[in-house]
């Protein structure tokens, strides 16, 4: 076909005028300042200003309504229904307990059944799916769903009420921040002052050390303010920087109604308290978990946070195949002695870790009495999730075990039941109390089909807006409808557009029906979907449809799961199934499911275990790469953007003046004495520690020569040789000084991350909690310089390696 010279010379001439129209749209769309003035300056604008009137009203801050409320958000990690006096259990609460008798406590409140799913739904009212939190952080996936990253599309409470004229405040656990986000030099898009929050102390990951935390104030990171030898405890530091947020700002802005979500690290492990709130436990648990259940739930009915008629599942409902083994309930009446003993202390450190912690609120809660706060604050006292069972059928002492597949021994656990609970403990009781503490349900967190990972306890008490006290609403309810209630409260609405970005439509329903209606009121909430490392299930009108997976080996197998059927209106615990004798009632919850997962993102499903999903590399805005450099005097780099040697052959090399010959200290440090490495000098010889698990003894490698005065380079080198039975990495470790081997010797290594409480990276001195028993934190290098630090985890040998760290110190 022949194309003419005019059609061409046409097709370009209006190529270019559509592209001068798009050009001139964006022109157009562009602010006029003297537009923006004119439509929202009343005043007057003459030359002199003394000819002008003014115009504040554009300018002026927005303030609440008079008269508006304050709330205060208590979020506990990790506990069942069972677990607190409240509700009938062992674990007694007495602040909570205040707030129930002055409000309603809830029995069919529900979430998501892991940490950082259900603190999403509590920031934005939307699904965790819409959040893109299908799991916790670190379990990441490049999918809408479960990217780790809240989008743009769910802005959060704390920015409609900072908007509205709300101070906000957060005090303690995050666990909301994609893990690589979580350094000094990271995106701070989704730290909480940029979420809408004016303050901000605590930690960002989903546990950190009580002893020793991983702290951020604001935007940064600091250390504690003081040591455990010194009676540091998180909680209490959380509880007194809580209160410092609230004396200032009555301080200045008196009027102003406030939000304070308030997270402590309670009770997530590690489990750790002050000895003398564990020894109000001493001996309380010692009739074992079985007997716990049998005590429980009687108070319970009695309690009316459940029915009367109720029975409990077995402590082990799931077939083989779908539990996983690690999750198994050993029989108590088959343990030894030994295993009662240290099981029963378990259980007595968490119920003192639990109570020592609502003393704190306590000190928030007395502090509103005195001021005149409480009368007008609406108090939500709440738990994340069900009982953790991430301690294993036989408990530990280092939790941090659980996230490297590693299983714990018994008699290694005992050399500690002295200590449980003390900065030697990274301790967590074992899944036959998270069975119990979860009564009558069945299984506990992460576990999304039952309610046992999901029917949490929920107390909100406000004097002046709640006429009920001390009644129990059995309406289902959950983690999605407290934003939706918090906006009901305040007179707000989610709006439809937010910063120029248009939202998704809020998942939950307000609460505040319940509030003074009938106790037989009906639930205006109509349907929930659940879905948690490959479980699923979907709440209807009363009607429970529950899908037991049974995975294969590589493969999801998820086509295959068997459907079970409850109605969850007369059987609380979900032990009838009715799937055989109502089958098209399960046919349309199937289906419901389904078209709740289309619409909240939820699939692809994933069961992949923690091993798995833990250790997969995830973008930040830096690649991985085979060198990584350090430098002294900065913040401790986290475990999600360090250098990663897991499952690999690695090599450190630091350069080094030595001024002093007596010179010692850190020089290289990751993680802590539950697991982690250091490059030290003490004794003026050089040594490496590598800590596996901190299972006793310590690998230590000290160099057969001292070292010596001038500049340096020391290294060690790890060769991994192969696996071990347990996916930990093992092979030969070398101790270098200026090249020469100096110390030699096997060494196995961690196949998962350190820890997920922190204590990250450090050149110079070692944060946090010690790697070694053979220094003292910090351990700060003293008696020369340190240059930088290099660790290596590509293929360059160790001596080109070492001829760049003698060039970077000029000896080449």
Known sequence: MKVSKQFILKSIFTL???????????????????????????????????????????????????????????????????????????????????????????????????????RSTLLTGRNHH?????????????????????????????????????????????HNVPEQDVASGGDRSTWPLQMGFDRFYGFLG???????????????????????????HLSQDLADHALEFLKDQKATNPSKPWYMWYCPGANHAPHQAPEEYIAKYKGKFDEGYDAYRKWALPRMIAKGVIPKGT???????????????????????KLSADEKKLFSRLAEVYAGFSEYTDAQVGRIIDYLEQTGQLENTVVIYAADNGASGEGSPTGSVNENKFFNGYPDELKENLKYIDKLGSPDTYEHYPTGWAAAFSTPFKMFKRYSEYAGGTCDPLVISWPKGIKAKGVVRDQFHHSTDIVPTILDICGLEMPKTYRGVPQYPLSGVSMRYTFDAAPNTKTQKHIQYFAMLGSRALWKDGWKAVALHTPLVGKGNFDKDEWELYNTDIDRAEVNNLAKKYPDKLKE????????????????????????????????????????????????????????????????????????????????????????????????????????????????????????????????????????????????????????????????????????????????????????????????????????????????????????????????
């Open 16 to 118: 270019l005028f559509c592209l001068s129209l798009g050009l001139t749209s964006k022109l157009a769309a562009q602010a006029d300042p003297q537009q923006v003035t004119k439509e929202t300056f009343k005043g007057k604008i003459a030359l002199d200003v003394r000819d002008s009137k003014e115009d504040w009203a554009p300018y002026s801050p927005k303030k609440a309504p008079a008269g508006s409320p304050n709330i205060l958000f208590i979020l506990y990690d990790d506990t069942g229904l069972a677990a607190w006096s409240p509700y009938g259990g062992a674990i007694n609460m007495p602040t909570m307990q205040r707030l129930a008798d002055n409000g309603i406590t809830y029995s069919q409140w529900h979430t998501t059944a892991l940490c950082s799913p259900t």
């Open 130 to 174: 819409l959040n893109g939190m299908a799991a916790i952080t670190e379990a990441a996936a490049g999918f809408p769903g479960g990217s780790g990253r809240l989008p743009k599309q769910v802005a959060t409470i704390g920015q409609i009420l900072q908007d509205n004229g709300w101070s906000t405040f957060w005090i303690g656990k995050d």
């Open 206 to 232: 989903g546990e950190t050390n009580q002893w020793y935390p991983d702290l951020v104030e604001d935007n940064h990171f600091v250390e504690p303010p003081k040591t455990p030898e010194e009676g540091y």
């Open 589 to 812: 919850l199937i289906k419901d499911w389904n078209d709740e997962a289309a619409k909240n993102l939820v699939l692809p499903l994933d069961d992949r275990s923690a091993i798995e999903v833990l250790g997969i590399e995830r973008p930040s805005s830096e690649a991985p790469r085979d060198l990584y450099k350090y430098y002294p005097k900065t913040s401790p780099v986290p475990e999600g953007v360090a250098v990663n040697v897991r499952g690999r052959s690695y090599k450190i090399l630091a350069d080094v003046d030595i001024k002093d010959a007596n010179a010692s200290g850190v020089l290289f440090a990751h993680g802590s004495r539950f697991g982690g490495h250091t490059l030290f000098v003490k004794d003026k010889k050089l040594n490496y520690v590598y800590n596996f698990l901190g299972i006793a003894p310590e690998q230590k490698f000290t160099s057969n020569v001292p070292i010596t005065t001038g500049k340096h380079v020391f290294g060690m080198e790890f060769t991994r040789e192969k696996a071990g039975p347990n996916g930990e990495s093992l092979g030969t470790m070398k101790l270098y000084i200026d090249g020469k081997e100096v110390a030699s010797g096997p060494m196995r290594t961690q196949s998962g991350k350190f820890t997920l409480a922190g204590d990250g990276l450090c050149v110079g001195f070692d944060s946090g909690d010690s790697v070694s028993k053979e220094y003292k934190t910090p351990g700060t290098f003293k008696g020369g310089e340190i240059i930088g630090v290099g660790v290596s985890v590509g293929k360059i040998e160790y001596t080109d390696l070492n001829n760049e760290a003698k060039r970077a110190l000029g000896r080449d």
């Open 311 to 333: 029975t409990y599942a077995n402590f082990n409902p799931l077939p083989p195949g779908v539990a996983n083994p690690g999750d198994e309930v050993l029989d108590w009446n």
